[in-house]
């Protein structure tokens, strides 16, 4: 018994078969696509609001420094006992740590100008920043702070050194 053999058996169920392949292959791909961006975007709002607790932290901290200890020293006061308290409780730019968990906040305070003092403060997490710029009312005669303005401000050019950066 002879099988006739046709060749042109299965020639359409070839390229059937790879334009379903295909297909399926481009939404795979295009879900993946979708599922990663979506990540992404809901870890950049975390590293975002990371950041900004951070900063926030930091700028609380210096109000707390400055309000503890308002007269600061000049910072070329000849006094070692001056000297020591001014850069214990009124550098002007120190990082601050916040948590082991947590990345540094580097904290700018600014000379007492006009009755008022400046602070930012800038948080991190990964690569997002977040600036917070603190305004503070200062009267030595009477010894009192008012915060005037706490908002988040962009990162201001020449505040911050490569020191802060540094981790």
Not at 55 to 74: F, K, L, V, W
Not at 88 to 96: A, D, E, V
Not at 109 to 121: E, F, H, L, P, Q
Not at 129 to 143: F, S
Request: charged share 20%.
């Amino acid at each position: 018994m002879k099988f006739k053999v046709n060749n042109a058996q299965g020639v359409s169920a070839l390229p059937t078969i790879l334009l379903l392949s295909g297909i399926i292959l481009e939404v795979v791909v295009g879900g993946l696509a979708v599922a990663h961006f979506f990540s992404r975007s809901l870890l950049s709002e975390q590293l975002s609001a990371k950041a900004l607790k951070v900063a926030e932290a930091g700028a609380h901290d210096a109000i707390s420094r400055i309000n503890d200890y308002i007269n600061c020293p000049d910072y070329t006061s000849t006094s070692a006992n001056d000297a020591a308290n001014s850069s214990k409780w009124c550098p002007s730019l120190y990082k601050f740590v916040v948590d082991s968990d947590l990345p540094d906040a580097c904290v700018s305070i600014g000379a007492i100008t006009g009755g008022k003092m400046t602070i930012y403060s800038r948080g991190s997490a990964f690569l997002r920043y977040k600036t917070i710029k603190v305004i503070l009312g200062i009267t030595t005669t009477e010894a009192r702070v008012e915060v005037q303005s706490f908002k988040e401000v962009a990162t201001p050019n020449g505040v911050f050194d490569s020191s802060c950066d540094q981790s």
